[in-house]
Structure formats: C-alpha cells, structure tokens
C-alpha cells in the first residue's frame, strides 16, 4: 500500500515511489534521500510518463536475480516476505507463410543479384477498321 501524490504532500518523507508508464504499462520504481523526496519523486515519475504514481514510505529494497543490490552489493537473504516480479512474454514476430522453407544465401543470394528489367508494352495504334467511318 502507500500514498497518492496528493496524500504524500502532507508527509513528505516518501523514501519511494512506483508508477505504471502509460506509453507501454511498465512498472517504473524510483528512491530518493533528498529531503522532500515526495515532490521530487512525483516530478520524476511524471516526468516520464506515469499517470498512475504512488508513493512508498519506505524502500522497497528491490533485489535484481534476488540476490544483489541495485547498487550491486550482495544481498542476505531473510525470512521477510516478499513481492516476485516476472517478466511476461513479449509479443514477437510471427511467420505468414508457414509453407515457405528457409533457406541458406546460397539458394537466396543468386536469385537476388539478378537483375530484372521490365519494359512497357507498346500499345497498339488505333487502326481505321476500329475507328470505322467516323469523319468529324
């Protein structure tokens, strides 16, 4: 749980913040120590493109692979509880021609180096059969 901007202006002592970026929905974690870290908090968070913000008391301590510091110092683990974020997977390409074998650029390469040229087609002139009698 924690506290809107709004709520967080009363107590200023916010040690952390997260917000939900609204451009691709990632989840955006920030810490300060500066004295009025709410309102600078806040400010970052806005800054990129976070309507949705809340303001911590105190530090999540975010451990990366759960076992390092964001500074990079060893973590001990604890017996404390804890919140596990896991990546989704991302939408990725996909084939539209599942037919089509794949070939190496020894089959490809060839194909592509060869130059191709169109020309028109002359269009056949009007003959007088077509036209028929037709004098202005």
Same mark, same amino acid.
């Given at each position: 749980?924690g506290?809107?901007a709004s709520e967080?202006a =009363?107590?200023?002592n916010a040690a =952390?913040? @997260?917000?939900i970026?609204? *451009? ?6 920030a %810490?300060s120590?500066a004295?009025?870290?709410a309102?600078? #908090?806040? =400010? /970052?968070l806005q800054r /990129?493109?976070c309507s949705?913000r809340?303001m911590l008391?105190?530090s #999540?301590? &975010?451990? /990366?692979?759960?076992t390092?510091? #964001?500074?990079?110092?060893? /973590? *001990? #683990?604890?017996d404390?509880a804890?919140?596990?974020l @896991?990546?989704?997977?991302a &939408?990725?390409a996909?084939?539209? $021609?599942?037919?089509?074998? @794949?070939?190496?650029? %020894? ?6 180096m060869r130059?191709?040229?169109? $020309?028109? +087609? ?5 003959s =007088? %059969? +077509?036209l028929?009698?037709?004098?202005p």
């Amino acid at each position: 749980s924690g506290l809107t901007a709004s709520e967080a202006a =009363a107590q200023p002592n916010a040690a =952390a913040a @997260v917000g939900i970026a609204d *451009e691709d929905g990632m989840l955006v974690y920030a %810490e300060s120590a500066a004295p009025d870290s709410a309102r600078v #908090l806040d =400010a /970052l968070l806005q800054r /990129l493109g976070c309507s949705n913000r809340m303001m911590l008391a105190h530090s #999540l301590a &975010p451990a /990366l692979g759960g076992t390092t510091s #964001l500074s990079g110092a060893p /973590l *001990e #683990l604890t017996d404390a509880a804890n919140v596990r974020l @896991v990546r989704r997977e991302a &939408p990725s390409a996909q084939s539209i $021609f599942e037919d089509t074998p @794949v070939v190496g650029p %020894e089959v490809w390469q060839p194909l592509q180096m060869r130059r191709v040229r169109y $020309f028109r +087609k002359p269009q056949p002139a009007a003959s =007088a %059969e +077509k036209l028929g009698n037709y004098m202005p």
